[in-house]
């Protein structure tokens, strides 16, 4: 008896660590999904989506305008990838320079869900972490970031970031305000982190919990963290596909999501 207690306790502490937030999880099934699109961004820094001899968006920009809004079209992101692969990459690209991500967001009194769906491809140039095939990042910018209700998570990428032409050891960082960031890693490490004058990937504030898996050729990841203050919270994504690191992502532009209101993927109160 005393044994058959014990096997069951062991399998309850199980489930619940399988599943932090098990007894509130959404019914995904009622959620309705949002398809972003995530590219390779290339060595393109803040520095030079500012620069007007470079980037012709960075007019548009100083007139109030978002990534987002130049770049995609219907669902889909209007962006020359050929340039991003080439031009704009001198290290090298990843075969496969997009791809869909589905976004669903649902929250309670308390909590922001954020559940994303993809296919990671293959084909990365990068592989240098060696304990994750698939990483994926979520920021959230507060209001004190220049530019972040227009950019998303670009204003933390620099020229000077170890990993890109000319970077020494800074990582992504911020000249105001912060990124709340949390990560999910296929090795099973979350992260509750910020972006500040530097990259810090614990000691955040929002509690963030995440789980995610594989089933077949597709990845599921899930994250919890407390509920933002705001009805509408801007955000970006990042995946590490095919053992990346750096900033051999691929990226989102800037969106939103709708707390009871607008928002390019609209939460679900339950």
Request: one cysteine or more; aromatic letters at 8%; proline letters at 5%.
């Amino acid at each position: 008896m005393k044994a058959q207690l014990r096997c069951t306790t062991l399998l309850l502490l199980g489930a619940l660590t399988v599943s932090p937030w098990a007894q509130a999880a959404p019914d995904w099934n009622k959620v309705a999904g949002t398809t972003i699109h995530v590219f390779h961004p290339g060595a393109t820094p803040w520095e030079w989506i500012e620069s007007k001899g470079k980037h012709g968006g960075s007019r548009g920009l100083t007139r109030g305008e978002t990534c987002a809004g130049c770049h995609v079209e219907g669902g889909e992101i209007n962006v020359d990838l050929s340039r991003l692969g080439s031009e704009l990459e001198p290290k090298g690209a990843p075969k496969t320079m997009s791809f869909p991500v589905t976004v669903q967001a649902a929250y309670d009194a308390g909590q922001l869900y954020v559940r994303l769906s993809f296919k990671a491809p293959d084909g990365g140039f990068d592989k240098s972490d060696k304990d994750n095939a698939v990483k994926a990042t979520v920021m959230f910018p507060s209001a004190q970031v220049p530019m972040a209700e227009q950019v998303g998570c670009w204003a933390t990428c620099h020229q000077d970031a170890k990993t890109m032409p000319d970077g020494k050891d800074k990582t992504k960082y911020v000249s105001a305000g912060a990124y709340e960031l949390m990560q999910w890693s296929s090795s099973g490490k979350v992260a509750d982190g910020s972006v500040t004058d530097q990259r810090r990937m614990d000691g955040g504030q929002a509690g963030v919990k995440a789980e995610g898996g594989k089933s077949g050729d597709s990845w599921t990841v899930t994250f919890s963290r407390k509920l933002p203050a705001t009805p509408t919270v801007h955000f970006g994504l990042a995946v590490h596909a095919d053992h990346a690191g750096g900033r051999f992502h691929h990226v989102s532009f800037g969106h939103t999501i709708g707390l009871g209101g607008d928002g390019d993927v609209k939460a679900q109160k339950f």
